[in-house]
């Protein structure tokens, strides 16, 4: 892990008063009040893009625009098949955030997003798709067989505490 010091250090730039965030061990991103700036830092086009696109989903260092993240989400998973853009976009659809809610495009997306790329994300907000019939219709027993198949395969904490749910209920 680097630590903000060792950032500083290769980052002069930075001044004291910008916030550091390290999204991955692939990208930092520095931000101010109203300035956002993406730093190469041993990373690629699509996690440029994956990063600014989360900048503008969550408010990071310039105003929220939920559209704008939408696009770039869609541009990105378009473009360089990122499968966390997939994954954000499918989540963007079930919400409605930047774009018109369809919760059915939604489950495609994960469905897919899960099919070709292996995404655990995708696996379980899929296996929470069949739990509520979102996008499709309600089957708990299905759910219940991707939650597991997410926890044994993947070992993803979300789905186990959703099969201890689906266990006390």
């Given amino acids: 892990i680097i630590k903000q010091n060792e950032i500083r250090k290769l980052y002069p730039w930075l001044i004291q008063e910008d916030i550091i965030i390290l999204i991955n061990e692939t990208s930092v991103i520095s931000c101010r009040n109203t300035y956002t700036k993406i730093v190469k830092f041993i990373t690629n086009e699509k996690m440029r893009l994956f990063n600014l696109a989360w900048c503008y989903d969550y408010g990071i260092g310039m105003e ?19 499968s966390d853009s997939l994954h954000n976009l499918a989540w963007c659809y079930q919400n409605g955030s930047g774009a018109k809610k369809d919760e059915q495009k939604a489950f495609e997306l994960f469905t897919l997003n899960w099919e070709e790329n292996k995404d655990s ?48 209920n």
């Fill in 64 to 82: 929220k625009d939920n559209k704008k993240a939408f696009e770039l989400y869609k541009i990105n998973w378009e473009e360089n098949k990122h």
């Fill in 121 to 168: 994300e995708s696996l379980h907000n899929l296996a929470w798709c069949y739990q509520n019939g979102t996008g499709c219709i309600k089957d708990e027993k299905k759910a219940f067989e991707l939650f597991t198949l997410n926890w044994e395969e993947n070992k993803d904490s979300d789905s186990l505490y959703s099969l201890a749910w689906c266990y006390r």
